[in-house]
């Protein structure tokens, strides 16, 4: 099949899927929570959050990346799910950028962020790092040396949280 007919092949089927999806909606009494269409890591769809849900949300994960910081590690959105006890639901991606810029309100603008402690799953920085900087009007970090200034953040929060 030449590549354009495979391409609009692609297209049809997505267009069906997502009418697929439409129709269950309508069909199924609980669809404004799969409005957002974000999933979870079991492919269930996360609704969002109101603003006090996320700053409840900040308060406990605050509180949980302090004792990482204190403990000299990093946490991934799963470690810090498990930390809970199975109680932090599963997060819009949107959500998880509002629920870190919260957790670091209060954050003075000579130390490292708190959420830096968050990292992806390889154990980089995660992918809402940059933008969790901006919000807290950081200076934006160059892409080539964006992995060292984390890590170097990180060894920063690691050395102030040890006797906090």
């Known amino acids: 099949m030449p590549d354009a007919q495979k391409k609009a092949l692609r297209r049809w ?3 069906l899927r997502h009418r697929q999806r439409e129709e269950s909606r309508a069909a199924d009494p609980r669809s404004d929570e799969k ?14 959050l109101d603003r006090e849900a996320v700053v409840s949300l900040a308060d406990r994960i605050r509180l949980l ?8 590690t990093t946490v991934t959105w799963g470690d810090l799910r ?9 997060l819009h991606p949107d959500d998880q950028g509002e629920v870190l810029v919260v957790v670091d309100q209060h954050t003075p603008p000579d130390e490292p962020l708190l959420s830096a402690l968050v990292a ?4 980089s920085p995660h992918g809402l790092y940059r933008h ?18 984390w890590r170097m953040e990180v060894l920063e929060l690691f050395h ?3 006797h906090r």
């Open 120 to 123: 992806g799953a390889d154990l």
């Open 82 to 90: 498990r930390r809970t006890g199975g109680t932090l639901p599963f």
């Open 13 to 15: 089927r997505g267009n």
């Open 35 to 48: 409005a957002t269409g974000a999933t979870s890591d079991r492919g269930v769809e996360a609704p969002r």
């Open 160 to 162: 102030l949280w040890r």
């Open 65 to 72: 990346l302090q004792d990482a910081a204190r403990a000299g």
């Open 132 to 149: 969790i900087r901006f919000s807290h009007g950081r200076e934006r970090v160059p892409d080539a040396s964006l992995e060292t200034h």
